[in-house]
């Protein structure tokens, strides 16, 4: 198997020379368009077998062009996201970006993997999440040819690549910075995954003694990682963030920023909306946490995805029209959906998948946003019945009704559109009489 780690393409932060970490509001420049649609391109003549992006709106925006040129659906995955910088999001200011290097360099140089920005993510963090993530893909496609493409950024890869790559270390990372859509590539080998590619630079040939130092490091790290600090449990959180703590209220946001997205994609239906409402959200939230008054451990979820959803129905009701549709991939979260990561899914297999998912997406954005919001939250992010009418602050018997009304409006709707699906979701004239 091969994995390519592909940097996004430009965005208005990187002219800007802004720390732009939270990704809520810096698309690609028509520079970083062109960059994507390039690396489209070039990647055309390889068979990817799935394509994974952050959740950053710049990440997402390239993954679109190449799943449009690639014809393969692309995938949210919070393990590419970013670091977060914390109290430094949003400067460009000289001193912000001493204060940023200075704790990569104690990463590094002094192994203080704990130590991070103010409000931001340590080293730990980082790699709680994205090399989980990265063995699970080897553990399921080392036997295979496959292509995976992965869509992320420069720092997090500065960071991680050194752990998870058998013949590179924090020196050839440092020293070799990824590009604007730039990638690097690594197989898996007898040695374990090996970069042979890294950007237009090939990495030193495999030394076995020198690998083996590389490899030690890893294992010591990953297997014996320093003492952490106990995290605070939510409702401590919660009280902390009540009390004005912004760093608590921070930890909440990375807990459920990545579901506040999905839900706010599948009502608004195109990223740049969704990215918008997620911040809105989590500025709402904080300004009304005060008021918040929860008793059991779900209720938090539910009051936060009632901001969420009244925020993209407010929104909606202002556009008055329907949202741009997107035709992306239904599911985005590998927990609703564990085929993102099956690797014995065949091309045309994973293709009908994609064909579904487009109409569904396209049938859903049809919808009342009243009922397209009670559809998504069962259908989509799997709430329960009371779960929803905690959620939007509605009965359980209003519950039932929207979303029983929404899934007759999407039946027919697909039922119009049937010669688009594929021949064995048809309906035989038999079963149209019944």
């Given at each position: 198997?091969?994995?390519?780690?592909?940097?996004?393409?430009?965005?208005?932060?990187?002219?800007?020379?802004?720390?732009?970490?939270?990704?809520?509001?810096?698309?690609?420049t028509?520079?970083?368009?062109?960059?994507?649609?390039?690396?489209?391109?070039k990647?055309?003549?390889?068979?990817?077998?799935?394509?994974?992006?952050?959740?950053?709106?710049?990440?997402?925006?390239?993954?679109?062009?190449?799943?449009?040129r690639?014809?393969?659906?692309?995938n949210?995955?919070?393990?590419?996201?970013?670091?977060?910088?914390?109290?430094?999001?949003?400067?460009?200011?000289?001193?912000?970006?001493?204060?940023?290097?200075?704790?990569?360099?104690?990463?590094?140089?002094?192994?203080?993997?704990?130590?991070c920005?103010?409000?931001?993510?340590?080293?730990?963090?980082?790699?709680e999440?994205?090399v989980?993530?990265?063995?699970?893909?080897?553990?399921?496609?080392?036997?295979?040819?496959?292509?995976?493409?992965?869509?992320?950024?420069?720092?997090?890869?500065?960071?991680?690549?050194?752990?998870?790559?058998?013949?590179?270390?924090?020196?050839?990372?440092?020293?070799?910075?990824?590009g604007?859509?730039?990638?690097?590539?690594?197989?898996?080998?007898?040695?374990?995954l090996?970069?042979?590619?890294?950007?237009?630079?090939?990495?030193?040939?495999?030394?076995?003694?020198?690998?083996a130092?590389?490899?030690?490091?890893?294992?010591?790290?990953?297997?014996?990682p320093?003492?952490?600090?106990?995290?605070?449990?939510?409702?401590?959180?919660?009280?902390?963030?009540?009390?004005?703590?912004?760093?608590a209220?921070?930890?909440?946001v990375?807990?459920?920023?990545?579901?506040?997205?999905?839900?706010?994609?599948?009502?608004?239906?195109?990223?740049?909306?969704?990215?918008?409402?997620?911040q809105?959200?989590?500025?709402?939230?904080?300004?009304?946490?005060?008021?918040?008054?929860?008793?059991?451990?779900?209720?938090?979820?539910s009051?936060?995805?009632?901001?969420?959803?009244?925020?993209?129905?407010?929104?909606?009701?202002?556009?008055?029209?329907?949202?741009?549709?997107?035709?992306?991939?239904?599911?985005?979260?590998?927990?609703?959906?564990?085929?993102?990561?099956?690797?014995?899914?065949?091309?045309?297999?994973?293709?009908?998948?994609?064909?579904?998912?487009?109409?569904?997406?396209?049938?859903?954005?049809?919808?009342?946003?009243?009922?397209?919001?009670?559809?998504?939250?069962?259908?989509?992010?799997?709430?329960?019945?009371?779960?929803i009418?905690?959620?939007?602050?509605?009965?359980?018997?209003?519950?039932?009704?929207?979303?029983?009304r929404?899934?007759?409006?999407?039946?027919?709707?697909?039922?119009?559109?049937?010669?688009?699906?594929?021949?064995?979701?048809?309906?035989?004239?038999?079963?149209r009489?019944?």
């Amino acid at each position: 198997m091969k994995l390519y780690f592909v940097r996004h393409g430009e965005s208005a932060a990187n002219l800007l020379h802004e720390i732009s970490n939270r990704g809520f509001k810096h698309s690609l420049t028509a520079r970083g368009r062109q960059q994507a649609t390039a690396l489209a391109q070039k990647l055309d003549g390889i068979s990817v077998a799935q394509l994974f992006s952050s959740p950053l709106l710049r990440a997402v925006q390239t993954a679109e062009i190449l799943s449009a040129r690639l014809s393969v659906p692309y995938n949210i995955t919070d393990a590419l996201r970013e670091y977060d910088c914390g109290i430094l999001e949003g400067k460009s200011d000289a001193a912000s970006w001493e204060i940023y290097d200075a704790v990569f360099n104690d990463w590094i140089q002094h192994g203080h993997w704990e130590r991070c920005i103010e409000q931001g993510e340590s080293f730990l963090d980082i790699q709680e999440r994205f090399v989980p993530f990265v063995d699970r893909l080897v553990e399921e496609y080392e036997h295979s040819s496959a292509n995976i493409v992965l869509v992320g950024h420069g720092g997090i890869y500065r960071c991680m690549l050194p752990l998870i790559l058998a013949n590179i270390d924090f020196d050839f990372a440092i020293a070799h910075p990824i590009g604007n859509t730039e990638y690097v590539v690594a197989e898996t080998q007898t040695e374990g995954l090996v970069c042979v590619m890294w950007c237009s630079t090939h990495p030193r040939p495999f030394d076995v003694e020198q690998a083996a130092c590389i490899i030690q490091a890893q294992i010591d790290f990953r297997d014996n990682p320093p003492v952490r600090e106990k995290r605070m449990d939510e409702a401590t959180l919660i009280a902390a963030a009540q009390q004005g703590k912004v760093d608590a209220f921070n930890e909440l946001v990375l807990a459920y920023q990545q579901q506040v997205y999905n839900l706010a994609y599948r009502i608004m239906g195109d990223p740049a909306s969704a990215a918008d409402a997620t911040q809105e959200a989590f500025i709402s939230a904080f300004q009304h946490i005060g008021g918040f008054r929860g008793e059991r451990s779900s209720s938090f979820k539910s009051w936060l995805m009632r901001i969420v959803s009244n925020g993209c129905y407010d929104e909606l009701r202002r556009r008055k029209r329907r949202p741009a549709t997107s035709l992306e991939d239904f599911d985005l979260d590998e927990d609703v959906n564990p085929a993102l990561i099956n690797g014995s899914e065949a091309p045309d297999e994973r293709a009908e998948r994609h064909e579904i998912a487009q109409l569904i997406q396209a049938g859903i954005q049809t919808l009342p946003p009243d009922q397209r919001i009670a559809l998504v939250l069962s259908d989509v992010q799997g709430f329960s019945y009371q779960e929803i009418a905690e959620t939007i602050d509605a009965p359980l018997g209003t519950v039932k009704s929207r979303l029983a009304r929404a899934r007759a409006k999407l039946r027919d709707y697909l039922r119009s559109r049937e010669e688009l699906l594929p021949a064995r979701y048809r309906l035989d004239n038999k079963e149209r009489e019944t």
